[in-house]
């Protein structure tokens, strides 16, 4: 699967590159950092990804591949917990944890891989590159993950990161405590989404209403993955980007 993905990147290694930045030497520095997290949503195992992930042999598999891996172990999350229980502090506050950690990976000339932990970690994830790099986001999944406060049937946070991280959905913004830090980062035109299937309907009208580029499975089926990517990528034009990559999409 690795070296998979690494022969499709291949292609398209300038969209990782900071034109300031030496290409060899960059490419193949990475940082891992583990994000255990699980309160963005109601389920229990998600915070048991990173420590499992390294367990079936991830750091040895990317090691394989030639790349220079330093693995700056899991955050901390216990002690940023709200004591009162409050969903919205704890997420608040892990990802600005998340977003600082981010930031130091990259800080150290790095590209940073964060295994999470739920999707609401994406916030602290995109907002830490985005204290380094201009970026671009590739968000692959079968959620768009694109509610509100106000939008959001279930009240999960982990349903709403991309609202809170593309500047022209600012407008539809429900202040929640904990997010104060957070400042949209994105522009819409610096987003595409692959692989949705199951888009909620107030989903689908911010992506519809907005104009954020958006493929469905359907388009996968109909295109094949390898063009609906290429479609993506010349579309946000990036020079750095940041990928979500969620379990729901292995399927494509």
């Known amino acids: 699967m690795l070296y998979s993905s690494r022969l499709i990147l291949n292609k398209r290694l300038c969209y990782f590159l900071p034109f300031r930045q030496k290409t060899s030497n960059y490419l193949n520095r990475i940082g891992i950092l583990g994000a255990p997290f699980n309160k963005g949503q109601p389920k229990d195992g998600v915070d048991k990804a990173p420590d499992a992930l390294r367990k079936y042999g991830l750091i040895e598999q990317l090691q394989n591949l030639g790349l220079d891996i330093k693995d700056y172990g899991n955050l901390n999350f216990k002690e940023h917990l709200d004591t009162n229980n409050s969903k919205s502090l704890s997420v608040g506050a892990a990802c600005q944890l998340v977003s600082d950690g981010v930031k130091k990976v990259l800080s150290d000339g790095r590209k940073c891989v964060t295994i999470g932990g739920d999707h609401s970690l994406g916030m602290g994830t995109v907002h830490g590159h985005s204290q380094v790099h201009d970026v671009c986001v590739l968000w692959v999944d079968a959620h768009p993950d694109i509610n509100t ?88 034009n990036p020079t750095n980007w940041w990928i979500n990559c969620e379990r729901s999409i292995k399927h494509c």
């Open 149 to 236: 406060a106000y939008t959001s049937l279930s009240g999960h946070i982990h349903g709403m990161p991309c609202s809170f991280l593309i500047k022209e959905l600012k407008k539809y913004k429900k202040p929640l405590a904990g997010f104060d830090w957070l400042n949209p980062c994105v522009n819409k035109s610096n987003v595409a989404f692959i692989g949705l299937r199951d888009i909620d309907p107030f989903e689908k009208l911010i992506l519809t209403k907005e104009n954020i580029l958006h493929y469905t499975m359907h388009d996968i089926d109909k295109l094949g993955i390898f063009e609906v990517t290429n479609r993506a990528l010349e579309a946000i």
